[in-house]
């Protein structure tokens, strides 16, 4: 998250984490977040991961080297554009930092796209 924040990348927790941020009694085995760039980009955050002694698992999910499961997401389906939502996002705190996280509501009314 600081290295994204660092290199100016928009993100957002989104999916079963945002949920369980916001009080959900669910569980999951990885962290998505919706990166701010376009899908035909996403080596770029991928690179950024594996600088930081992360290793690639599949197209856009990278372990990190404390044993997280990140999935880095371009496109979220039944929501408006990144911006649009991220106003709408709420701010909580996450491993440490204060992050997006998107809301109950558009994390139901979403359908997370990977490549």
């Keep these: 998250m600081g290295t994204l924040a660092a290199e100016k990348i928009g993100f957002q ?4 984490s945002a949920a369980v941020l916001q009080g959900v009694p669910v569980a999951t085995f990885d962290v998505d977040f919706w990166i701010d760039l376009p899908a035909r980009q996403y080596m770029r955050v991928i690179r950024l991961a594996l600088a930081q002694g992360g ?6 999910v990278v372990e990190l080297a404390d044993g997280t499961l990140v999935n880095f ?3 979220v389906t039944g929501l408006r554009g990144f911006a649009t939502e991220a106003r ?3 701010r909580l705190k996450f491993h440490g930092q204060s992050v997006l996280v998107m809301p109950l509501e558009s994390i139901r009314a979403s359908t997370l796209v990977t490549l």
């Design 13 to 16: 927790l989104v999916g079963m």
């Design 88 to 90: 709408n996002a709420v």
């Design 55 to 60: 290793k690639m698992i599949r197209n856009t």
């Design 73 to 75: 997401i371009f496109e």
